[in-house]
Every structure is written in C-alpha cells, then in structure tokens.
C-alpha cells in the first residue's frame, strides 16, 4: 500500500520557517485500497466503485494535531449522491470516526481531535442499494487542505438574547437552561448582519451536565444554502463545535425525535457556556530550522528515494524545487519565494 509521507507545512525560506500555513493534498497521492475505486486527479474526481472502500490518504508519519488543526474539503460540485464519510483514523485510537457528507454540501470542515494517520472518503450504503454498475457515486474535489493553527477569540453568545422560533420552548437566561418542548422548534440566535465565515469560524457549546436525551441537534442556517445544517449532539455530551462553511444566518438547537412527541419531563440542555469562534489577530510566529550543526546528511523524496547523499546540513535544501523532502530526518516543504 502507498504510504504518503507530510511535512511540515512551514514556508522555507534560506533555512528559516515563518509563520505556519494551510498544506493542500494531492489526489495524485491518495490511494484506493481495493483498487476499486477510481481517482482522476486531472479532473479532480473520485469515483466511488467499492462500497465501504476508503479513498485517500495514508501517512507513514501521522499528522501532528499541533502543526494542523483540522480539514477543509471543498466541492467543485455540490454533492448530490448520499451515504458519503470522510473516515479519519486517530493515532492511539482502534476504531476511526466518521463524519456524513451532506448532500447539498460546497463543503466539509473537521476539526482534529488527535494526530491523524488517515484521511479517506468512502461510501458507506447500508440499505443494499449500492449500484453495480455505472454510474457510480462521485466526489468531484476542488481541494483538500489541512489547516494550521490560527488565533482565535471567543465572541459569547448569551441565552437572553436567544428565542424560540414557536414561543413554546422555555429559555432561563439565568439558570443558563433551555426547555425543549416541541420537536422541531429551533430555539437560538438569528444575525442580522449575517456572519461571515471568513471572520466566524464556529460556533462552541461548553455543558454544565451531560446530555440526557437523545435527537438533540445545533442546526445552523446559511446564507443561499437549500437546507439548514443538522449536527448531532450525542447523549452523554459535555460540550459540542460546528465549524462553519459559509455566512452564517442562525445558530439553534432543537430536539429531532421524530419517533414520539415531547412530554413531560421535557428534555433540559444546560449550558455552561456558548461562543463563536473567531479568528483573532495573527501576530505571532511559528518557527521551526534544520538543524544547522555542522555536519552531513541525506535528502530523500517523499516516497524515500535519495536524491543527495552526504551534503552539509546548512546546504541540503540549497537548490531543491518546491516540494516535499526528507532533510536530516525532518519533513521539510520547500517553497522558493
């Protein structure tokens, strides 16, 4: 199996590394493991032929969660085929997560919970209606990128602000508590102006008691989208993050118990704290050298094949196209400015 080997995603510049930035992945490295399934990185398109097959990326060395944070997936087309994951696999962890793919969707963002050693699309269509034969689901990618670390602040939500689309939902601002008692009635914030996803990068939920109840979900509205966004917030929850992918019309929580109507004891969420996540002023740097002590090393590609042997630390990357590289036993990525 092709393993994929990742730097740091770090600009390089006469052996010095400025601030971190966002590291793009290439479809001409993402590997289907059957061999089922197609990739034409040309075109960008991933035709899903194996289902449950996972297409994408392997990393020898797994991506560390301090040098990127999460991944933004974005859509030539909207997706219009359902059953759709991003599979992530955790290192120490034995069971991967698996985040749906919306249709509708322009685009998946997800935050890393842990260093990353895998990242893949699949189909997951439980019901037997895979086909087989075309046309076959397809992801049409424009791109995928990991994201660095950025600065961000908190801008509070506050519960007295906050109103039930039915008037029949009950909001204590000051116990920090919202009664849930219709299904389906969203309760939460509307913005006027909406809020840009270039400023807002999410909305956060910190809980003061777990979640007791099932079907709880935070569904957020954006600008020109068909449908709102549904995310679930499991029982036994203290805290919950949607990342946001467009401009931002309304946060809500609602229950979606489709099974029965509410009744008494109405489900409870108790908040601890609700914030937007927003990105603040990046002044700081990150920085990261090639050990310059004197003496000799290697340089290798990214699917370990040497191309210099036995030049000085000081001078490896001296002359490299940009690229990815094995330098003294570093992941370098050269960019020539």
């Given at each position: 199996?092709?393993?994929?080997?990742?730097?740091?995603?770090?600009?390089?510049?006469?052996?010095?590394?400025?601030?971190?930035?966002?590291?793009?992945?290439?479809?001409?490295?993402?590997?289907?493991?059957?061999?089922?399934?197609?990739?034409?990185?040309?075109?960008?398109?991933?035709?899903?032929?194996?289902?449950?097959?996972?297409?994408?990326?392997?990393?020898?060395?797994?991506?560390?969660?301090?040098?990127?944070?999460?991944?933004?997936?974005?859509?030539?087309?909207?997706?219009?085929?359902?059953?759709?994951?991003?599979?992530?696999?955790?290192?120490?962890?034995?069971?991967?997560?698996?985040?749906?793919?919306?249709?509708?969707?322009?685009?998946s963002i997800i935050s890393?919970?842990?260093?990353?050693?895998?990242?893949?699309?699949?189909?997951?269509?439980?019901?037997?209606?895979?086909?087989?034969?075309?046309?076959?689901?397809?992801?049409?990618?424009?791109?995928?990128?990991l994201t660095a670390p950025?600065?961000?602040?908190?801008?509070?939500?506050?519960?007295?602000?906050?109103?039930?689309?039915?008037?029949?939902?009950?909001?204590?601002?000051?116990?920090?508590?919202?009664?849930?008692?219709?299904?389906?009635?969203?309760?939460?914030?509307?913005?006027?102006?909406?809020?840009?996803?270039?400023?807002?990068?999410?909305?956060?939920?910190?809980?003061?008691?777990?979640?007791?109840?099932?079907?709880?979900?935070?569904?957020?509205?954006?600008?020109?989208?068909?449908?709102?966004?549904?995310?679930?917030?499991?029982?036994?929850?203290?805290?919950?993050?949607?990342?946001?992918?467009?401009?931002?019309?309304?946060?809500?929580?609602?229950?979606?118990?489709?099974?029965?109507?509410?009744?008494?004891?109405?489900?409870?969420?108790?908040?601890?704290?609700?914030?937007?996540?927003?990105?603040?002023?990046?002044?700081?740097?990150?920085?990261?050298?090639?050990?310059?002590?004197?003496?000799?090393?290697?340089?290798?590609?990214?699917?370990?094949?040497?191309?210099?042997?036995?030049?000085?630390?000081?001078?490896?990357?001296?002359?490299?196209?940009?690229?990815?590289?094995?330098?003294?036993?570093?992941?370098?990525?050269?960019?020539?400015?």
């Amino acid at each position: 199996m092709k393993h994929l080997l990742l730097c740091l995603a770090l600009t390089f510049i006469s052996l010095q590394f400025s601030k971190a930035e966002d590291l793009s992945l290439s479809l001409n490295d993402a590997v289907a493991e059957w061999s089922l399934s197609t990739i034409n990185s040309t075109e960008g398109i991933i035709t899903l032929i194996g289902n449950y097959e996972p297409v994408g990326w392997i990393f020898a060395t797994p991506i560390s969660k301090a040098e990127y944070t999460g991944l933004k997936v974005t859509f030539k087309e909207t997706v219009s085929h359902s059953f759709l994951e991003i599979k992530i696999k955790y290192a120490g962890q034995e069971n991967a997560v698996y985040t749906p793919i919306s249709v509708g969707s322009t685009s998946s963002i997800i935050s890393f919970t842990n260093d990353v050693e895998s990242i893949q699309f699949q189909s997951s269509r439980w019901d037997g209606a895979f086909p087989t034969e075309p046309p076959y689901p397809f992801l049409s990618i424009a791109s995928v990128v990991l994201t660095a670390p950025i600065t961000t602040t908190k801008e509070p939500l506050s519960l007295s602000n906050a109103i039930a689309d039915w008037g029949q939902s009950l909001i204590d601002a000051t116990e920090g508590t919202i009664t849930l008692k219709n299904n389906y009635e969203g309760v939460g914030w509307t913005f006027d102006p909406v809020k840009s996803n270039d400023t807002y990068l999410g909305a956060v939920v910190g809980l003061s008691e777990a979640i007791a109840f099932d079907h709880l979900e935070m569904v957020v509205t954006y600008e020109g989208a068909g449908s709102p966004s549904y995310n679930s917030i499991p029982k036994g929850s203290l805290s919950a993050q949607v990342n946001f992918t467009g401009p931002v019309v309304s946060v809500k929580f609602q229950s979606s118990n489709w099974q029965s109507a509410l009744t008494e004891p109405f489900p409870v969420v108790h908040f601890e704290e609700i914030y937007l996540l927003k990105k603040g002023d990046d002044t700081g740097t990150i920085t990261n050298k090639i050990n310059e002590d004197s003496g000799l090393t290697d340089v290798y590609t990214i699917m370990g094949i040497k191309i210099r042997s036995q030049v000085e630390k000081a001078n490896a990357a001296n002359g490299l196209q940009n690229g990815i590289y094995i330098i003294d036993g570093k992941k370098i990525c050269v960019v020539n400015q």
